[in-house]
């Protein structure tokens, strides 16, 4: 049985957090929150118009804030599925100890319940960076998938080529990179074995997407590339059984409207419109539409999977 699903993920990384990769001040003002005041409602609106129910990945530590909560609340309230993305959204998380990652991986977890009513499921890690370690936590924590492994040489090469011209630059990234053998994983969902990278009988993981040609099929890939490229990297992404399409808040930010004109020089997605990003998104859905995939949360995306028979 060949399943057709697709998933619209989104990770809530605050405005600070971009700041921090990129080793620049937070810009001031109305501009550090623009991902919950400003991109959550163009992102629920495009949602809302194509009849979709997404998959929110929340870090715990922004919930500390009362209308984050609130906005976490109605998105679970609408239908959307709430993820848990750690607490502080430590990049180097999986360096740290296995007692630290659990504790990450539960304050997560609380807080979002206590926001919205249901414990989370789901779990993305901070800048996709897994160990083994890290899945023995998320098993003993309950947790029914995982949606953080990304097997993707392109991406891998750019991250690695970015962190070092910043660091030429004299500044200092926040970002890690992750071990080059999640290169090894599969492109497809599978049942996480030891190591991580091969299949076994573990918890569900659902990769972000790859394109056959190893390009990333991610939000920033699509905002950026317009949407001849948008439509290209879905047509692509085609041949896949889950078609992953993981978003960021901020790839729909837009530099004037939302205060970021500090973080445009070092973000190339900034050079375009909230407007233009929100075009080729519906693009890509279009061609995911098209190509007979049904549109399901991350979660029912892992229960279907988890059930299907093994070849």
């Not at 989104?10 to 501009?31: F, K, N, Q």
């Not at 007692?99 to 800048?127: M, Y």
């Not at 996709?128 to 098993?139: I, Q």
């Amino acid at each position: 049985m060949i399943l057709k699903l697709a998933a619209i993920s989104i990770d809530l990384d605050e405005v600070p957090r971009y700041a921090a990769i990129h080793g620049v001040e937070v810009p001031a003002g109305r501009g550090a929150r623009a991902v919950y005041e400003k991109c959550v409602p163009r992102l629920t609106a495009w949602l809302d118009d194509e009849s979709i129910r997404a998959t929110f990945f929340a870090i715990g530590e922004d919930l500390e804030r009362e209308e984050n909560r609130k906005t976490i609340a109605r998105l679970h309230a609408a239908g959307h599925e709430i993820g848990n993305h750690s607490y502080h959204h430590h990049y180097d998380l999986t360096r740290r100890a296995a007692g630290d990652i659990g504790d990450e991986i539960e304050r997560g977890a609380t807080i979002i319940e206590q926001s919205c009513g249901r414990r989370p499921v789901g779990f993305r890690a901070p800048g996709y960076s897994v160990s083994d370690v890290l899945f023995s936590a998320l098993e003993a924590s309950g947790v029914e998938y995982d949606s953080s492994v990304f097997p993707c040489p392109s991406y891998y090469a750019l991250k690695a080529a970015a962190r070092a011209a910043i660091r030429l630059r004299g500044r200092k990234s926040s970002s890690i990179l992750d071990q080059p053998a999640v290169l090894r994983a599969p492109r497809e969902p599978y049942r996480i074995g030891r190591p991580y990278w091969r299949k076994g009988d573990g918890m569900m993981e659902l990769p972000i997407g790859v394109t056959p040609l190893q390009l990333p099929y991610i939000g920033t890939s699509l905002v950026l590339g317009g949407d001849q490229l948008a439509e290209r990297l879905s047509k692509q992404m085609l041949r896949r059984e889950l078609i992953n399409l993981e978003l960021h808040g901020f790839d729909v930010a837009d530099a004037y409207e939302d205060g970021l004109e500090a973080l445009r020089p070092y973000r190339a997605d900034l050079r375009r419109t909230a407007a233009e990003k929100l075009r080729s998104l519906r693009t890509a859905v279009q061609v995911i539409r098209e190509g007979g995939f049904e549109l399901v949360t991350l979660e029912e995306a892992a229960r279907r999977f988890k059930a299907k028979p093994s070849p």
